[in-house]
Structure formats: structure tokens, C-alpha cells
Nanobody
Framework: QVQLVESGGGLVQAGGSLRLSCAASGRTFSTYSMGWFRQAPGKGREFVSAISWSGGRTFYADYAKGRFTISRDNAKNTVYLKMNDLKPEDTAAYYC?????????????????WGQGTQVTVSS
């Protein structure tokens, strides 16, 4: 399995931006599809975005479309989530995940490796 470490979370005002990073260990990062999920207090984990191993296919939750952008740099073993126009409802712990699958990337059950999460707090 791949080890994942997220960073880049923090406190931001509504309308602001953050870029989350997820650094992966191992030499096979380029063979993994990667995803971002989030979990707000008292709520279940929900899909945010995912990217195929090549970066050629990206997927977004409806609320993320037009505001969030996922990307990856296989040379740096890192996947990113750029979040613009943040809203208070985006407040959550954000988790990076990895899978060898190419399909079903909108489901947490498709991912076998998870990071520890990074907190994003958006103030109104």
C-alpha cells in the first residue's frame, strides 16, 4: 500500500482559496488513481474529487465543479486540490485516498489507502 500525508489545510475567510497537497510514498504512485474526500462534524465522509493515474480523467462532486481543481504531479508523488471561492459549508476534514482502480472513484469503498486528513475551516 501507499502511505499518504496531507497538508495545506487551515482557516480561511469565505471567498478565499486554499491548495491542499497529498504526498505519497513509494515508487508506484503513478499507477494509483487518487481521490479527495471530506467529512464535516456529525456527517459521513463524502466525495470531493478524483483523478485517474495518468491525470487524463478527473471527477468532481457537483458542489465542487467550477470551484475546485484536482491535479497530480507523478514526478513529485503528489496530488493537489485547489479550492477557490470557499464557503462555510466547505468546512471539514479533507482526506486524500489512493486506489489501483480506474472506475468507481466516487465511492470511498473503492479506495484502500487513506491519509490522516487536514482540517479546512471557512469563516463567514
Amino acid at each position: 500500500q501507499v502511505q499518504l500525508v496531507e497538508s495545506g489545510g487551515g482557516l480561511v475567510q469565505a471567498g478565499g482559496s486554499l491548495r491542499l497537497s497529498c504526498a505519497a510514498s513509494g515508487r508506484t504512485f503513478s499507477t494509483y488513481s487518487m481521490g479527495w474526500f471530506r467529512q464535516a462534524p456529525g456527517k459521513g465522509r463524502e466525495f470531493v474529487s478524483a483523478i485517474s493515474w495518468s491525470g487524463g480523467r478527473t471527477f468532481y462532486a457537483d458542489y465542487a465543479k467550477g470551484r475546485f481543481t484536482i491535479s497530480r504531479d507523478n514526478a513529485k508523488n503528489t496530488v493537489y486540490l485547489k479550492m477557490n471561492d470557499l464557503k462555510p459549508e466547505d468546512t471539514a476534514a479533507y482526506y486524500c485516498a489512493a486506489t489501483v482502480r480506474e472506475y468507481g472513484l466516487g465511492y470511498a469503498s473503492s479506495f484502500g489507502s487513506w491519509g490522516q486528513g487536514t482540517q479546512v475551516t471557512v469563516s463567514s
